[in-house]
């Protein structure tokens, strides 16, 4: 962050090649555009190369840049007036050569973006944040600007919602 607050483009190119995809996801996963996404992945960026001189080290900076995009979002999100948005993770592909472990797994991946749209905002960011960011609780809590505490309520009633719904699936309940 030093290199980049003194004007070296090339540490912001290596920074921006580093989280360039984990930063999309997560602003995808917030608002399912991927040119917005995409819009809002380069203002994130260039508000790290303006501010890398306020970086004060009391996080990591992958912390401080998925704070500065969750930001985004919700400034997005006021913007257009919209209070609030159908997520869709992106989907799991299976490398194995089975079609039928392809099958299930598209099936499984199906099914947990359908359990995912159903979680609110606040639990669908606290998810994706700790298992495809894999963020601790406490570097959540600074993403979300929220209470330690919240963000493990938050993963824990999220987690038994997501439970509750893809065990439908298996007893067949769920649609």
């Not at 303006?50 to 990591?60: L, N, V």
């Not at 998925?66 to 999100?77: L, P, Q, S, T, Y």
């Not at 299976?94 to 392809?102: G, I, L, Q, R």
């Not at 905002?121 to 606290?126: K, L, P, Y």
Request: glycine fraction near 4%.
């Amino acid at each position: 962050m030093h290199r980049i607050a003194d004007g070296d483009r090339t540490a912001l190119a290596a920074l921006y090649r580093a989280l360039e995809k984990p930063v999309y996801r997560f602003i995808l996963s917030k608002l399912n555009d991927p040119h917005e996404s995409s819009d809002i992945l380069h203002d994130v960026f260039i508000e790290v190369w303006r501010s890398a001189s306020r970086f004060e080290g009391r996080s990591k900076v992958q912390t401080w840049i998925f704070g500065i995009a969750c930001r985004k979002v919700i400034d997005r999100h006021r913007k257009a007036g919209r209070t609030s948005v159908t997520d869709t993770p992106p989907e799991v592909v299976d490398d194995s050569d089975s079609a039928e472990t392809c099958i299930v797994a598209s099936q499984d991946a199906a099914q947990v973006r359908h359990c995912m749209d159903g979680l609110s905002d606040e639990h669908r960011s606290a998810i994706a944040l700790a298992f495809w960011e894999d963020m601790s609780y406490r570097e959540i809590a600074k993403v979300c600007d929220t209470a330690e505490g919240t963000i493990k309520t938050r993963i824990f009633h999220a987690k038994k919602l997501l439970m509750r719904c893809l065990s439908a699936f298996e007893t067949g309940a769920a649609t």
